[in-house]
């Protein structure tokens, strides 16, 4: 059983074309996140949900959509793919504890998902 | 801002031996750091994690360590093993709010026989 799973695990696309990648997780968590790892291995936070709703919204191009219809599944559309955009994209999930007033404990283990890696052409 | 580093991009072994992985952390506030490992195509894995009210936390065959004083930490494998070859990570998460956590460059441990 995967607890992380995204698709496509490989994608090579021409410039300017328009795609997607779709993750899912049955892990019953409430947070869900895209990263963004270049080719010397630096992880990025791109976008974070809870329950649907967008909490992180890193400065990233909005070119770059993210999707939760519903808590288990966070999408990721990129519009006008650049040469730049070539990345390996990791979708992850965690269970967090809200405090309220928009405060969580933090229990740092994310789950990610195996990656899915772009290629613009 | 924050920022986390570390101090060698690469480090090799014997199997065996023991590893050492350092990271070096400038938030003097931040009170909470986690490891993760990085298998060649696979996502990162969650290693162990340490509060800021410790100076160590043991996990099997993992200890990592850490200095307040000189907001560094590190990762020490024991008997370093062949499936322990991965791109080490430690983050920090900032404090308070949801997970947002700040990933390090990278160390990659390459284990030899």
């Known amino acids: 059983d995967t607890a992380v799973s995204q698709t496509p695990k490989y994608l090579v696309t021409q410039m300017g074309n328009d795609k997607s990648i779709k993750c899912e997780q049955n892990l019953g968590h409430d947070t869900m996140y895209w990263y963004k790892q270049d080719s010397k291995k630096f992880l990025k936070i791109m976008f974070s949900y809870n329950n649907k709703e967008l909490i992180i919204n890193e400065t990233v191009p909005n070119r770059f959509s993210p999707k939760s219809p519903d808590k288990a599944h966070l999408n990721l559309h990129i519009n006008s793919l650049e040469l730049g955009d070539s990345a390996v994209y990791f979708c992850?999930?965690?269970?967090?504890?809200?405090?309220?007033?928009?405060?969580?404990?933090?229990?740092?283990?994310?789950?990610f998902g195996e990656g899915s890696r772009l290629t613009v052409l | 801002g924050e920022s986390v580093g570390l101090h060698l991009p690469t480090l090799s072994v014997q199997e065996g031996d023991n590893s050492i992985i350092n990271c070096a952390y400038s938030n003097s506030a931040s009170d909470y750091f986690i490891w993760y490992k990085q298998e060649s195509g696979k996502g990162p894995q969650f290693i162990i994690d340490i509060r800021s009210n410790m100076d160590k936390r043991q996990g099997q065959r993992v200890t990592v360590l850490l200095n307040k004083t000189v907001k560094h930490l590190s990762l020490q494998i024991a008997a370093t093993q062949p499936g322990d070859s991965a791109v080490y990570f430690c983050a920090d998460p900032p404090t308070g709010g949801y997970n947002k956590l700040i990933f390090g460059a990278g160390t990659r441990l390459a284990v030899h026989p």
């Open positions: 992850a999930s965690s269970q967090d504890f809200p405090l309220g007033s928009g405060r969580a404990i933090i229990t740092g283990e994310l789950f």
